[in-house]
């Protein structure tokens, strides 16, 4: 019987739109069972403590370090992870933005940064310079001196501006 000699949780919920059970540890970080459990590998570990923001998710809408998380607090919980992003074979705006900006050098933080700009975006929709440098607070970079990035949420909100106008 799972869960009484080998201490797992079951735990479900939804991982990028889709339906998810599985058996975890107590201890285990939703970033291991992201990574080693479900092969997700976008989400990348930098520092482990919460430092660098490289495996930044989002749970119920909100960015948070999945490294900090224990698997079991995922349980009946929204989860967005970078390969959610993408539809088919169409990058998510964000993502095109950051490749026509420049914004990806070594690409090692670049998940991070794109799921905290999304949740950024998803808040506020038409943020301020101010507004992308403190969601971004939490995410390091070591390539490309955040000019590119900041540059890449710009044009990716003005571009989703754009398309609200549209529609009206």
């Not at 201490?7 to 059970?21: D, E, M, W």
């Not at 390969?83 to 705006?93: C, D, F, I, S, T």
């Amino acid at each position: 019987m799972p869960g009484s000699n080998d201490n797992s949780i079951a735990i479900a919920f939804r991982l990028n739109g889709r339906p998810i059970s599985v058996e975890v540890k107590p201890w285990d970080s939703a970033l291991s069972v992201l990574r080693d459990l479900l092969g997700l590998k976008g989400t990348k570990e930098g520092c482990g403590i919460g430092e660098c923001g490289a495996c930044t998710i989002l749970v119920d809408g909100r960015a948070v370090d999945s490294c900090l998380m224990f698997a079991p607090q995922l349980d009946d919980r929204e989860v967005e992870t970078i390969e959610g992003l993408k539809e088919a074979e169409v990058l998510h705006p964000l993502q095109e933005a950051f490749v026509s900006c420049g914004a990806v050098q070594c690409g090692y933080c670049s998940p991070g940064m794109v799921m905290s700009a999304k949740a950024l975006l998803q808040k506020h929709p038409d943020p301020s310079r101010e507004d992308i440098v403190e969601a971004l607070a939490g995410n390091l970079c070591r390539c490309t001196g955040y000019t590119q990035i900041i540059e890449a949420i710009e044009t990716a909100a003005h571009v989703a501006s754009s398309d609200r106008s549209e529609k009206s």
